[in-house]
């Protein structure tokens, strides 16, 4: 599992305010060497047109909007970021099997279809997060439910704590992909995540991607943060 030119690890997470800032930061990116995340704030203010715009460019674009809604409505939004072109899009584990299945099937026809994948527990919860919502249990048990649930229902992956990527690649194979946020090179903040791990660990431990947002996005250089992670995997 080595970074490499033809299949970069770290998916940076664009969470800017509007499009003009995301653009900018995008310029002297290659997408040799990392591949790029929309989330819910710029996909607000910027929309189908800046995701549009960045697979033209030519990268891999991974659409993160988390849906989580009934079968019928996540169904056709999965379809309509399929028809942006996007890589990689995801949904909420939590919406149930039903609802997987139909967002599932909701690509079939597609020439190139983007991996589907589902959130299990957010990298920024821990036990008393989980208490709160009525989950007496240990992250490491929820996600290994929800990743269950999300692979018998066809699905290509999950997005999970890369503390729990070894119980995973154990549990459920070596093709399942395993995404990967909650990533801090050490001394970094970590911010609001909690369940964190360091880039090289993670994908020692079996990561297939590792999402960066902050670490690279509010670095002093961010080019020289990103090529000094992509060093620590190993670059072949
Ligand atoms: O469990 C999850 C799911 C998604 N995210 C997203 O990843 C990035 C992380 O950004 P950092 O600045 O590196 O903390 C962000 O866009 C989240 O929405 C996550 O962190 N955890």
């Known amino acids: 599992?080595?970074?490499?030119?033809?299949?970069?690890?770290?998916?940076?997470a664009l969470d800017f305010a509007d499009a003009d800032a995301a653009l900018e930061f995008v310029k002297p990116l290659d997408p040799k060497n990392c591949r790029l995340k929309v989330g819910k704030e710029l996909f607000a203010v910027a929309g189908p047109e800046f995701v549009q715009q960045l697979v033209f460019q030519g990268f891999d674009v991974f659409l993160d909007l988390k849906y989580h809604d009934i079968p019928n409505t996540v169904a056709k939004a999965v379809a309509a970021a399929a028809r942006m072109g996007v890589w990689m899009v995801n949904v909420h584990a939590s919406g149930g099997s039903k609802m997987m299945k139909a967002a599932k099937e909701a690509l079939t026809g597609f020439e190139k279809p983007p991996l589907l994948i589902a959130v299990t527990v957010l990298t920024s919860m821990q036990r008393e997060d989980l208490a709160e919502i009525g989950l007496d249990i240990e992250p490491k048990e929820q996600v290994l439910r929800l990743a269950k649930?999300?692979?018998?229902?066809?699905?290509?992956?999950?997005?999970?704590?890369?503390?729990e990527t070894a119980m995973l690649r154990k549990e459920l194979g070596e093709d399942f992909c395993l995404v990967t946020p909650g990533i801090r090179p050490a001394g970094s903040a970590a911010n609001?995540?909690?369940?964190?791990?360091?880039?090289?660990?993670?994908?020692?431990?079996?990561s297939s991607y590792l999402?960066?947002?902050?670490?690279?996005t509010q670095a002093v250089d961010?080019?020289?943060?990103?090529?000094?992670?992509?060093?620590?995997?190993?670059?072949?």
């Open 1 to 12: 599992m080595q970074n490499s030119v033809h299949d970069p690890k770290v998916l940076i």
């Open 149 to 163: 649930l999300t692979q018998d229902s066809g699905l290509d992956g999950v997005v999970c704590s890369a503390q």
């Open 192 to 206: 609001d995540q909690k369940r964190i791990m360091t880039p090289a660990d993670a994908l020692k431990s079996g």
């Open 211 to 216: 999402v960066i947002g902050r670490p690279i």
């Open 222 to 236: 961010p080019i020289k943060a990103l090529q000094s992670i992509n060093d620590s995997l190993d670059v072949e």
